[in-house]
């Protein structure tokens, strides 16, 4: 699926992640089960699924991410080969309007960068 654009998990002849692992992120996720869960308020509208500690956006140009408490994230756009990191310090744990915010961020960020995504 997505592990030949982040080459299969290999930094030139040395294997670092299993694609295979890489492979069950992307693919093995439940978009109804996400659905069920408690932090579809935070990403309203996104086709999203969570797997191993992971959250994809689904669909033709997917974005993989790591979303941390009091702002941390990470963004990774495995077909334009863009990585994203954001750090930052919030107060609360969760906060929907920066994480909205973070999300615009991305979505203008993937494009100029020469992705795809909102």
Known sequence: MCSSDLNGGREGSTQVVP???????????????????????????????????????????????????????????PVAEIVIAKVSSQASPLDARRIAQTLEMVGRVRPALGGTGK
């Open 19 to 77: 694609k295979e692992w890489i492979d069950d992120i992307f693919t093995a996720g439940d978009p109804a089960a996400w659905l069920q869960g408690p932090f579809v308020p935070y990403f309203p509208g996104l086709p999203i699924h969570y797997r191993t500690k992971c959250y994809v956006v689904r669909g033709a140009h997917p974005l993989f991410f790591g979303f941390g408490i009091h702002g941390q994230h990470l963004f990774v756009d």
